[in-house]
């Protein structure tokens, strides 16, 4: 089953940064593989479209040509698995593509005759509904009675006029009669033939460039490598032989696709009663190619058939119901089984690049934007330097979950804010949530107000929607327990990146009921700009598994008295780079010696192993669990919170 676009080949990917941290744009385009030439890439797009244009002759046949080789391209594999040659399988592989185009171009010859010898026997019922719209009691006759009668007016002032002017000057209007010699047998040769030349050519050339390319396609590929690349054969060849496989692969299902949407079509309009139903069934095959507006032309003609065939309105009805069940069904369940979730592709990216390729190549562009626009976003997911085709045209988010998290509430958009929470927790629970987009939105945003690239103003704003959002999750109930999720962002090989293949962490037990009382657990933000939002995430997952947890501000460390008795545990709640180790290891002190005899969790959300915060705190020698994520702290309180083992007595 074919994927919906080739992603590019998996590297190993390293912390999260935003593009909004950047402060050299021109790096971040140039390393995007966008040149950076100011006007001279506008110059040189607008040169490129009319090279396009220009050779629109030569380039269509070769898109054709290309598209046609790609859908071969299984063919042909599959005759050479059943051991014919090569050069006979390709060659097959061509003949049986122009057996099927020339026997779908002599049906719809066939089918348009007949239909053109049936019009003359529909005008009678033509004529009926109209007679019954517009005559004299008709809904539309009054009113083109009405017009008719202004109409008539003022075509007797014109003649009055004109005869008033005659009689003046005295002479009688002279008729004039146009005659046209009779056509010779070059004119006759030259309208008949002519029409047929432009596309009998095309075919021909297109015949030629797919025999070729099946022919040499290893030389191409030789050479789209060196152009790629030589210097990593490897991975060229890979992102090169994967791409091709999954291009052929889509635009074989493609076309299989719509003619069966074709098939179901024809069937369709049979049981009907339409005339010519085969004709309109490979219409609508050929129109599914143009997307959005491609089903409403390929309704068109069969609406307006029924209209002329049925004395009724029954067979314009079913028509209309056969078009509305049959597209969205293909668009909305077929479609995605086959492809995936879709053809990689965003709307806006399909609609600009319908209406470019349609304004450029015509009726032809028309049918190859969608397949062409497939394969400029496989290239940019393959070459890296066109990697910006990918960003401009391709269906993946443009910013990463964190980038979308921090720019949304940089902007202050509280809706679009929670939107993004409510789709991510659709697929993770609360503490991924918050591990994985949350806590690295505001390291983000802690790493910029750090740097100074945030202003008091805009800080504000983004806690005012974090605490917003905070607001509206305090009472998110997970469907699973957090703990029981196996691929969460903490599960890290030796290194201390996450592995992919870790085996799920165990679920830890719940907590024993004396550490659900309130104040049980004390979250203790850290002096950074946004450790307290990071903090009340903290005691959100906290609560929500079981515990009593009580954030309190980074001055209460000042105020023994603001400082609640009884507490079993203590976690010090703070972002990577807003505290520096000075700070955290005074906050450590304070809160050991405060708290003697409960678990000290130091937490530092988004550090490495090697982070000169928890480097600075392991330096103090004091009993304390680090943790780097919420994950991490929930460990180290269901560790300290089990019931201890008892000893098997001896017998």
């Keep these: 089953m074919p994927d919906s676009v080739p992603s590019r080949p998996s590297r190993a990917q390293g ?120 005559g004299d009691h008709g809904p539309l006759g009054r009113a083109s009675e009405l017009l008719r009668s202004l109409g008539e007016g003022l075509s007797s002032k014109d003649s009055a006029a004109s005869s008033a002017a005659a009689a003046q000057s ?170 995936g979730h879709s053809t990689g592709l965003s709307p806006v990216a399909i609609l600009l690049a319908t209406a470019f390729w349609a304004w450029l190549w015509g009726p032809i562009g028309l049918l190859l934007a969608t397949p062409l626009t497939v394969g400029l976003v496989v290239l940019g997911r393959h070459v890296d330097r066109l990697e910006f085709l990918d960003v401009l045209l391709g269906d993946r988010a443009a910013l990463a979950p964190p980038e979308a998290f921090y720019q949304r509430a940089l902007a202050g958009d509280a809706d679009g804010l929670a939107e993004q929470a409510e789709l991510q927790l659709r697929g993770m629970p609360l503490l991924s949530y918050y591990d994985s987009v949350a806590l690295p939105g505001l390291s983000l945003a802690q790493e910029d107000a750090t740097r100074g690239a945030l202003n008091r103003a805009r800080l504000d704003v983004l806690r005012s929607r974090v605490d917003e959002l905070l607001d509206d999750l305090s009472e998110h109930e997970d469907v699973e327990p957090p703990a029981i999720e196996a691929d969460g962002p903490v599960q890290r090989e030796s290194d201390g990146e996450p592995g992919p293949d870790a085996p799920p962490p165990p679920a830890p037990p719940a907590p024993p009921p004396e550490w659900a009382n309130p104040g049980t657990v004390l979250c203790v933000a850290g002096r950074g700009r946004l450790d307290e939002q990071a903090t009340a995430m903290l005691a959100q997952v906290l609560t929500l598994a079981g515990y009593g947890a009580t954030t309190l501000p980074a001055e209460a460390l000042r105020n023994a008295a603001a400082v609640p008795e009884g507490a079993r545990a203590v976690v010090l709640s703070a972002l990577e780079g807003g ?56 460990a180290c309180l269901s560790a300290e919170a089990a019931p201890a083992e008892v000893p098997p007595t001896a017998a």
Excluded: H
């Design 15 to 134: 912390p999260v940064r935003s593009s909004l941290s950047r402060t050299n744009l021109s790096a971040e385009v140039a390393a995007a593989g966008v040149p950076n030439g100011g006007p001279g890439v506008f110059y040189a797009g607008i040169a490129l479209v009319g090279v396009l244009y220009v050779t629109r002759e030569l380039l269509v046949p070769l898109a054709l040509a290309i598209l046609l080789a790609f859908v071969l391209a299984p063919v042909v594999r599959a005759f050479r698995k059943i051991g014919v040659p090569r050069v006979a399988s390709e060659m097959l592989g061509v003949i049986l593509a122009v057996a099927v185009i020339a026997g779908l171009g002599a049906l719809m010859g066939r089918q348009l005759a007949e239909l053109a010898t049936d019009l003359p026997f529909y005008q009678a019922t033509v004529t009926q509904k109209l007679t019954g719209l517009f």
């Design 170 to 339: 005295g002479l009688p209007p002279l008729p004039v009669e146009v005659r046209e010699p009779a056509p010779g047998l070059l004119v006759v040769m030259q309208r008949v033939v002519g029409p047929l030349l432009g596309p009998v050519a095309t075919t021909g050339i297109v015949i030629v460039f797919v025999v070729f390319l099946l022919l040499y396609r290893e030389d191409l590929r030789d050479r789209v490598i060196k152009l790629m690349g030589s210097r990593d054969l490897q991975r060229t060849t890979a992102a090169i032989n994967d791409a091709a496989s999954r291009l052929s692969r889509y635009f074989l299902a493609q076309t299989a696709m719509n003619a069966a949407f074709g098939l179901g079509i024809a069937a369709g309009l049979w049981a009907i009663g339409i005339p010519n139903p085969l004709l309109w069934g490979v219409i609508a095959g050929l129109m599914r190619f143009v997307p959005f507006i491609g089903g409403f032309i390929a309704a068109a003609f069969p609406v307006l058939l029924a209209i002329a065939v049925d004395p009724g309105w029954t067979m314009l009805i079913w028509v209309i119901i056969l078009f509305a069940v049959a597209e969205p069904l293909m668009a909305q369940a077929v479609e995605p089984m086959v492809y």
């Design 579 to 634: 505290s520096g180790a000075a700070s955290a290891r005074y906050a450590i002190r304070r809160l050991r010696r405060r708290f003697p005899n409960a678990l000290l969790v130091a937490g530092v959300w988004g550090a490495e192993r090697d982070s000169p915060v928890l480097a600075a705190l392991r330096e103090e020698g004091m009993r304390s669990c680090e943790a780097r994520s919420l994950r991490d702290a929930l």
